[in-house]
């Protein structure tokens, strides 16, 4: 979910819409040069451990091998075609 942190909105706002919208399974975008990124950060982050998540790198969450992503951003592991060649 997109924090929206590049638009220049303020602290109060990303930590907001972070904390609205995310759920269990999330991967939360901010980005580098967010004007109010660090000043939000430490909010969320204490609101997410009080809620009972768990931040990771993302290379904790990513699915292994072929996946596809839906029009949310979920990922869902790519079904195998039934023409697979069999050794």
Do not use: C
């Amino acid at each position: 979910m997109d924090s929206l942190d590049w638009k220049g909105i303020s602290a109060a706002e990303i930590t907001k819409r972070v904390t609205g919208k995310v759920q269990p399974g999330s991967i939360v975008l901010f980005h580098n040069a967010g004007e109010h990124t660090p000043e939000a950060l430490p909010d969320v982050l204490r609101w997410m451990k009080q809620e009972g998540y768990e931040v990771v790198p993302i290379s904790e969450i990513l699915l292994s091998g072929e996946y596809t992503l839906d029009h949310e951003g979920r990922q869902h592991a790519a079904e195998r075609s039934q023409q697979t060649a069999r050794f």
